[in-house]
């Protein structure tokens, strides 16, 4: 099954609200990141937060985690309508070959309306 | 300054024919990764190379799926007698080091239409 499952599946907010999209997991995890993608093309890298990490923040972009709840939540403040777009977390984990990994979501859908 | 760049953008192949996917990672960046992705999905993790390596290929199908990475040109993932089912965005990212501690950086993606 999905490592990280997004919450919730679409959002669609006014210009100038906040975001919140939400992520839950289920083993151990070295990092969690998010991703944002516009329709039609690649992923394009947010933040990164360390399992040791309780919140970051970056330009209007605030990501908090909780390993003891497996979850996580990233907050856009004051969106724009370039914001929309969906976004996926990332779970980051040794895999049992050996080697690292990441676990994506089925991602957000986030409408921001002007 | 360019980033991770895969073509062609848009693959359109009928049943039985193969499929060669291309990716030429950032200046700098010698680890690539593939990834699938179905419509209304997250990304699946597929392979993980370095320079004429396979480091995981733990999520790659057994049969008619192959991936490399040679030391001079781009990776290329090559799926055989491609399959209805086969149809998906493919997106590569590279990074400058090991999977663990560096950020991926994605490509556009190649779109492959299996007719």
Same mark, same amino acid.
Request: charged residues 40%.
């Given at each position: 099954s999905q490592q990280g499952e997004e919450d919730p599946q679409a959002l669609s907010i006014q210009e100038g609200e906040n975001a919140t999209m939400n992520c839950s997991y289920k083993t151990s995890i070295n990092n969690l990141q998010w991703y944002r993608q516009n329709s039609g093309r690649g992923l394009v890298h947010l933040i990164l937060i360390r399992s040791n990490e309780r919140e970051k923040h970056s330009g209007r972009l605030r990501v908090t985690l909780d390993t003891s709840k497996k979850s996580s939540s990233l907050l856009i403040t @004051?969106? =724009? @309508? @370039? %914001?929309?777009a969906s976004y996926f977390c990332a779970t980051g984990l040794y895999s049992g070959a050996g080697s690292y990994q990441l676990t994506f979501g089925k991602g957000t859908k986030l409408s921001v309306i002007p | 300054n360019a980033g991770v760049m895969q073509n062609p953008r848009h693959l359109v192949r009928r049943r039985g024919q193969e499929a060669r996917l291309r990716c030429s990672p950032m200046k700098g960046h010698s680890h690539v990764y593939w990834y699938r992705q179905l419509p209304e999905e997250g990304l699946k993790f597929m392979v993980y190379l370095q320079k004429e390596n396979i480091? %995981?290929?733990?999520?790659?199908?057994?049969? =008619?799926f192959s991936a490399e990475f040679p030391k001079e040109g781009p990776s290329i993932l090559r799926i055989q007698?491609?399959?209805?089912? %086969?149809s998906a965005a493919y997106f590569c990212a590279s990074s400058l080091g090991e999977a663990a501690k560096n950020i991926q950086y994605f490509g556009a993606g190649t779109r492959l239409s299996v007719l």
């Open positions: @004051a969106s =724009r @309508a @370039a %914001d929309t | 480091i %995981d290929e733990s999520g790659m199908p057994k049969e =008619r007698q491609v399959v209805r089912g %086969d």
